[in-house]
Nanobody, 124 residues
Framework: QVQLVESGGGLVQAGDSLRLSCASS????????MAWFRQAPGKEQLFVAA????????AYADSVKGRFTISRDNAKNTVYLQMNNLNPEDTAVYYC?????????????????WGQGTQVTVSS
């Protein structure tokens, strides 16, 4: 069983940066494709970024390309989301997700394990 715990959310101003972390309690973290999704109030859950398990390839939503960077530290069982130049449209609950030996999927249904989410609020 894999448990994911996100941290690092908060209230920031437009143009600021935040780094989200997602710590995994499961074994063989290096064999999990990891992803971040977000959900704004009253809106559907959307893909943000993903990083592959075997080659650390990455994928990003168009809305965050050039501003967000996903990375992983397998020694710490942690995946990160560095978010720069935040704007109010980035306000959402951010969820970490994991899939064992998964492909680099943008679809939430591909991920079996989920964290509880962390709130990011960007004021204008």
């Amino acid at each position: 069983q894999v448990q994911l715990v996100e941290s690092g959310g908060g209230l920031v101003q437009a143009g600021d940066s935040l780094r989200l972390s997602c710590a995994s309690s499961g074994q063989s973290f290096e064999m999990y494709t990891m992803a971040w999704f977000r959900q704004a109030p009253g809106k559907e859950q959307l893909f943000v970024a993903a990083i592959g398990w075997h080659d650390s390839n990455t994928a990003y939503a168009d809305s965050v390309k050039g501003r967000f960077t996903i990375s992983r530290d397998n020694a710490k069982n942690t995946v990160y989301l560095q978010m720069n130049n935040l704007n109010p449209e980035d306000t959402a609950v951010y969820y970490c997700a994991a899939q064992f030996i998964g492909g680099l999927s943008l679809n939430a249904y591909s991920y079996r394990y989920w964290g509880q989410g962390t709130q990011v609020t960007v004021s204008s």
